[in-house]
């Protein structure tokens, strides 16, 4: 088998890739498959696994180089483990004698730019190397251990006025690009209704025992207000359509993107063919992606698509806000905080958790009509959940 490590195809609309970090230094021993060196999409994060047994001999592409799916990354040279791989050092050896500090190119222009010493921070990278991670968080203290040493200022003013210039990453930039063009390419208007919650918090506590039990998974909120969302699209098929030329496509089928939080920044997972998937099916896949994006193990496969999305602010404590769309797609539903509120109930003034919901859409499809009423029925569905499992 060869040795050259490649970068793969990562997804059909990606053709290029940033090198984030090589795991390994040259010439050390790897096992098959174990994780040699990182990679950056614009979309999420991959790891390349060592294609044989053997030692690492070359490096081709260099931390942050950009390199095309296909790419010769490195070398490496089949070889058996060394006698002492995976061994412990023996008790009676020395402690080694300290090492210099290494700084990872990344690492290293943040140190420069806010002038500190590679010494004087704590690598957390393979053989104490200081990760770009490890630098930003240096700086971030920085300011503060140096008033600590001082006991009066040297200058008048008072408090921090360290500025931190650190490079956005690929994914980041890609956001940005993407939020701008949203703004700047679609109609985008938000309608705000608000749902009370006490139906299927009231269902959650009667069952969330043997629903544990049965299913190994919680029964959470986000299960309800997809299944809510899909009753709204199909009543309203314009928030599940997207322009494609001087065309407006409708799609007979419900792909929903669900933004989830990663070690990153966010990103939105796709739950395909949600309209098939069972109240369980949908939190066990949820809790999935939650997992895989804190761990940076999302594929570009699961972002890519989409006909709807949810965003829950509510988990940050959001009480209100309105979401950007995702082009191509037409709306996105927006999650807010649950809070108790006096509300008017057959002529009573009661208390009721009361959530906010925000739906923004694209004008240019959706008229505002359809967009109310889309909302109106996802509040009903939510207040009403037997309508969810009647599908009326």
């Not at 050390?28 to 999409?41: H, K, M, N």
């Not at 599940?240 to 993107?257: L, M, P, Q, S, T």
């Not at 669900?258 to 109240?279: D, T, Y």
């Amino acid at each position: 088998m060869s040795g050259e490590i490649i970068v793969p195809s990562v997804g059909e609309s990606i053709t290029e890739v940033v090198v984030s970090r090589w795991l390994v230094p040259v010439g050390s021993y790897v096992a098959v498959d174990t994780p040699v060196v990182a990679l950056e999409t614009d979309k999420a994060s991959v790891e390349v696994p060592a294609p044989i047994e053997g030692f690492l001999r070359s490096v081709e592409k260099q931390v942050e180089d950009v390199a095309e799916v296909g790419a010769l990354l490195g070398m490496m040279e089949a070889g058996d483990p060394p006698e002492d791989f995976g061994q412990a050092p023996a008790a009676q050896e020395a402690a080694p004698g300290p090492q210099e500090a290494v700084a990872m190119p990344a690492a290293q222009r943040v140190l420069d730019q806010a002038g500190l010493k590679a010494a004087e921070v704590q690598g957390t990278g393979l053989g104490g190397r200081i990760l770009k991670e490890d630098a930003q968080a240096a700086v971030r203290t920085a300011p503060v251990a140096a008033s600590a040493k001082t006991a009066r200022p040297v200058q008048a003013a008072t408090g921090s006025r360290v500025e931190e210039a650190v490079p956005m990453t690929r994914m980041r930039r890609t956001i940005a690009s993407r939020l701008v063009e949203a703004q700047n390419s679609a109609a985008l208007l938000t309608t705000v209704n608000e749902a009370d919650m006490s139906a299927v918090m009231d269902l959650r506590a009667r069952f969330k025992d043997r629903y544990l039990e049965q299913y190994g998974i919680k029964l959470g909120f986000m299960s309800f207000f997809v299944k809510a969302v899909i009753e709204g699209l199909k009543a309203f098929p314009a928030l599940n359509a997207e322009i494609r030329g001087d065309d407006v496509v409708y799609k007979h089928y419900f792909d929903i993107g669900v933004a989830v939080g990663g070690g990153k920044g966010l990103v939105v997972p796709i739950l395909r063919n949600a309209e098939s998937m069972s109240f369980a099916d949908i939190e066990l896949q949820i809790a999935d992606f939650g997992r895989r994006a804190q761990a940076g193990q999302i594929m570009p496969d699961d972002l890519t698509g989409g006909t709807f999305s949810i965003s829950n602010g509510g988990v940050y404590g959001s009480l209100l806000s309105t979401p950007i769309v995702n082009p191509p797609q037409s709306g996105i539903l927006g999650m807010h905080n649950i809070v108790e509120r006096p509300v008017g109930v057959d002529g009573q003034v009661v208390l009721r958790p009361m959530m906010y919901l925000a739906v923004t859409y694209d004008h240019r499809i959706v008229d505002g009509r359809e967009a109310v009423g889309f909302l109106i029925r996802i509040k009903e569905c939510i207040e009403n959940p037997e309508r969810i499992l009647l599908e009326v």
